[in-house]
């Protein structure tokens, strides 16, 4: 497996909308109550294209520290 990770060092993720942010059409709410300006479809695109090729993607976050994203991709089939 190859794993590409994108750290940022923006707002983080709440806790409580680690797991939702992978689901299509939602999005954070922003701290002052601001809906982004995306669909929040991006994520969930990524989802289903990594899926389709067993690969993996996810969220390590921290508010007010910024996330860590990250996707696995296998590099070669074993079969």
Do not use: H
Not at 2 to 10: E, L, N, P, T
Not at 25 to 44: A, H
Not at 48 to 71: A, M, P, Y
């Amino acid at each position: 497996m190859a794993r590409v990770s994108i750290v940022d060092q923006g707002v983080g993720v709440p806790i409580q909308y680690v797991d939702k942010i992978f689901e299509r059409y939602s999005q954070v709410r922003s701290s002052d109550g601001r809906r982004g300006k995306g669909t929040g479809l991006g994520l969930p695109i990524c989802k289903k294209l990594l899926d389709g090729q067993d690969g993996k993607i996810g969220v390590t976050s921290e508010e007010g520290k910024g996330s860590t994203f990250w996707f696995e991709l296998r590099l070669a089939n074993d079969e």
